[in-house]
């Protein structure tokens, strides 16, 4: 009986072992496969508009295409889901909006290019000014991001004005706009979220990491602050309070890492 038992037991295992090599080839072989045509095929890509924080009432631009070249292949000309004039202002603290989505030959993006048209102004204490662009721009706002599209794969892109640094004054009542933008996608969007109180500081937050520094305003409604699109590191956060003769406020070595949400709480500002 114990003979038996063992015999049984042994031809399990043998069979074991065959389906397990099949599922271990077959994995191997869909590896390689997807390796070798991974710059073969389309890729889905979203688009996603987002902003950094300034000053202005408002800072409205005028996008008219967007253009993405991916290596190997001629640059791709897409119009927005609604081509025309965005506040960028609305998209701040982590809050976003699909600009393009749309199916892209695969491949390394070399450089995405954002098309204006005339219709860009900015709005200081409720006057509206007109925002011109520099001759150099005619082409496109050029910004780079090398992140390599899969065929068949599915992938987020984000498009990060820094509203606060962009619009610059030339005198006279004049603005120009010199975009200052970064992209990052879903596998290089490390984040920092918190809030600050209390909601009347009107308070600036920097997140700082060698020569890099990123900023934040807490919301006048509840206090929230995001960053988003953060390399991993660690980063120390000054709390820069705005008002009410509160008391700035620090805090080191905040851990940032891809692909995760930092949520360091409530920071109350004190006298």
Request: with cysteine.
């Amino acid at each position: 009986m114990i003979f038996k038992r063992f015999i049984l037991k042994d031809r399990f295992m043998k069979k074991l072992v065959i389906i397990l090599t099949v599922l271990c080839v077959s994995f191997i072989y869909y590896s390689c496969n997807k390796s070798n045509n991974s710059s073969s095929g389309n890729a889905q890509m979203s688009m996603r508009l987002t902003d950094g924080p300034s000053s202005y009432d408002a800072v409205y631009l005028d996008i008219q295409q967007v253009a993405i070249t991916t290596s190997g292949n001629a640059e791709v000309t897409l119009t927005p889901v609604r081509a025309g004039v965005y506040n960028i202002l609305q998209f701040r603290n982590g809050l976003d909006t699909l600009l393009v989505r749309a199916s892209i030959p695969a491949g390394t993006v070399s450089q995405i290019r954002l098309i204006l048209g005339s219709n860009n102004s900015v709005v200081i204490g409720g006057t509206i000014y007109a925002l011109t662009t520099p001759s150099g721009q005619t082409s496109g706002v050029k910004l780079n991001l090398h992140q390599t599209l899969v065929a068949n794969g599915a992938y987020t892109i984000w498009i990060d004005f820094d509203a606060g640094a962009s619009v610059v004054a030339t005198g006279s009542g004049k603005y120009m706009l010199k975009p200052v933008i970064r992209a990052y996608d879903s596998l290089s969007n490390g984040q920092i979220k918190g809030y600050v109180l209390p909601l009347a500081s009107f308070t600036t937050i920097y997140a700082i990491n060698g020569t890099d520094t990123f900023t934040a305003i807490a919301s006048s409604s509840d206090g929230f602050f995001s960053f988003n699109g953060l390399a991993t590191g660690t980063y120390n956060l000054w709390f820069n309070a705005g008002a009410l003769g509160l008391k700035d406020t620090t805090m080191a070595s905040v851990a940032v890492t891809y692909c995760m949400v930092t949520n360091i709480g409530t920071i109350t500002l004190h006298l």
